[in-house]
């Protein structure tokens, strides 16, 4: 009997295992980064609309509230860092020691730093550059597709060397070509809030060594989590006021919101990897985990307000505990219920997003380059929506039809 229990016992464990260690890819997470980042190309281009409801835009640094495109970006957080176990343990089962795989989490974040670093100098890129703008922002992005595309492997094509080279010396020049207009008169490109794709990059980073070097051990990734929130509430209490002098050299990216929200999904996919042992271990920690960072935002509101723009605590909890809801939502819809028919529908937007993301700053940069603007009917209320909406499908049938000819960025 004894002899039975430990074979039981030894099975369950090696399940168990293997559903730690299972597929590199999981439906529910797909389509839950396809749906938010088919959002986020909606919300980002409402700033070229009029006459729409107030609560769909971002609100201001001075006020206390959010708005729904404030809930976006921190749900892409989130969902980078249900990726990271699912990434990690991939790279493990082909044989990649430790330090191989902190390579290549350092040089994946390398490169959306490289990229946020090159947007967010856009936003202040000077008329009196040599380029005008927009052809430095469409520039940029050929460049990226140039040095980050998805090259086919076989060895023996040189080319793809080739386009790489291209792409980096055609930033170098671009980089060198460009002037940028402050306070204190011409700049040239300097860091500064590093743009979605390098707050993304540096969250990334801290999250997939956080979840490497602990092994995936839980009471460690909890502890990551943990540790992240409270550097996030010391700082808007002022109790790293002592460190001023070295936070524009050594920092924590957003005071700790970001990395906070990236652990808070690398701690979900833990429990979601072990549900199909124990459905209903998934589910209580989703609905306690989301109570508890729903009730600590809304408890430390009149503290230090909710704000995207500053990344109070906060504002961090609320969108944590939305984002977990959410996913455990998509669970749901296509892991228990199986309804998964709709998701070929924005799948590109789910496994090509890098791609997705930065399609819309080529037409972007043709539209303005072009003066191109629509009637402003089209622009305005509930058509003007139905145009934003309309464009982010467009987008992910753009990126279909690219991936049907075999391009697609890849970090």
């Known amino acids: 009997m004894a002899g039975t229990t430990r074979v039981v016992d030894q099975e369950i464990g090696e399940k168990a295992e293997r559903l730690a260690l299972g597929p590199s890819r999981q439906i529910s997470i797909d389509a839950f980064r396809a749906v938010v980042m088919v959002l986020m190309i909606f919300c980002n281009d409402l700033g070229t609309l009029q006459g729409i409801p107030g609560w769909l835009l971002h609100t201001e640094a001075q006020e206390d509230g959010m708005g729904f495109s404030d809930v976006i970006f921190p749900a892409f957080l989130f969902i980078?860092?249900?990726?990271?176990?699912?990434?990690?343990?991939?790279?493990?089962?082909?044989?990649?020691?430790?330090?191989?795989?902190?390579?290549?989490?350092?040089?994946?974040?390398?490169?959306?730093?490289?990229?946020?670093?090159?947007?967010?100098?856009?936003?202040?890129?000077?008329?009196?550059?040599?380029?005008?703008?927009?052809?430095?922002?469409?520039?940029?992005?050929v460049a990226f597709f140039l040095v980050w595309l998805d090259y086919p492997k076989d060895a023996s094509r040189k080319y793809p060397w080739v386009l790489k080279a291209v792409g980096v010396l055609l930033l170098a020049v671009l980089a060198a070509l460009y002037k940028g207009h402050s306070a204190e008169g011409m700049v040239w490109m300097r860091?500064?809030?590093?743009?979605?794709?390098?707050?993304?990059?540096?969250?990334?980073?801290?999250?997939?060594?956080?979840?490497?070097?602990?092994?995936?051990?839980?009471?460690?990734?909890?502890?990551?989590?943990?540790?992240?929130?409270?550097f996030n509430s010391a700082a808007h209490l002022g109790w790293l006021e002592p460190l001023a002098g070295v936070k524009a050299y050594v920092w924590i990216i957003?005071?700790?919101?970001?990395?906070?929200?990236?652990?808070?999904?690398?701690?979900?996919?833990?429990?979601?990897?072990?549900?199909?042992?124990?459905?209903?271990?998934?589910?209580?920690?989703?609905?306690?985990?989301?109570?508890?960072?729903?009730?600590?935002?809304?408890?430390?509101?009149?503290?230090?307000?909710?704000?995207?723009?500053?990344?109070?605590?906060?504002?961090?909890?609320?969108c944590a505990g939305i984002s977990l809801l959410c996913f455990a939502g998509m669970v749901y819809l296509t892991d228990v219920k199986g309804i998964k028919k709709w998701y070929r529908l924005v799948q590109p937007a789910g496994t090509s997003t890098l791609t997705c993301?930065?399609?819309?700053?080529?037409?972007?940069?043709?539209?303005a380059y072009l003066s191109f603007r629509l009637p402003e009917g089209m622009r305005t209320g509930v058509l003007g929506l139905v145009k934003s909406l309309g464009f982010a499908l467009l987008v992910v049938l753009v990126v279909w039809l690219l991936g049907r000819r075999g391009i697609r960025l890849k970090l």
């Open 80 to 141: 980078v860092g249900l990726s990271i176990p699912l990434a990690v343990q991939s790279r493990r089962r082909r044989g990649d020691a430790t330090a191989t795989i902190a390579g290549h989490i350092g040089l994946r974040a390398l490169a959306l730093l490289v990229m946020g670093f090159f947007h967010v100098n856009l936003g202040s890129y000077s008329p009196e550059a040599l380029l005008p703008r927009p052809i430095w922002a469409i520039l940029i992005t």
């Open 191 to 230: 860091p500064q809030w590093w743009g979605i794709l390098g707050m993304i990059g540096w969250a990334y980073l801290l999250g997939g060594l956080v979840y490497l070097f602990s092994k995936g051990q839980i009471g460690a990734l909890v502890g990551g989590m943990l540790f992240f929130l409270a």
């Open 254 to 318: 957003g005071d700790g919101c970001m990395p906070a929200l990236t652990m808070a999904g690398v701690v979900t996919t833990w429990f979601y990897q072990r549900h199909p042992l124990n459905q209903k271990a998934f589910w209580v920690y989703a609905l306690a985990s989301a109570a508890g960072w729903l009730a600590f935002g809304f408890m430390t509101r009149p503290v230090w307000e909710i704000s995207k723009i500053r990344a109070t605590p906060s504002w961090t909890a609320i």
């Open 357 to 367: 993301y930065l399609i819309p700053y080529l037409h972007m940069g043709l539209v």
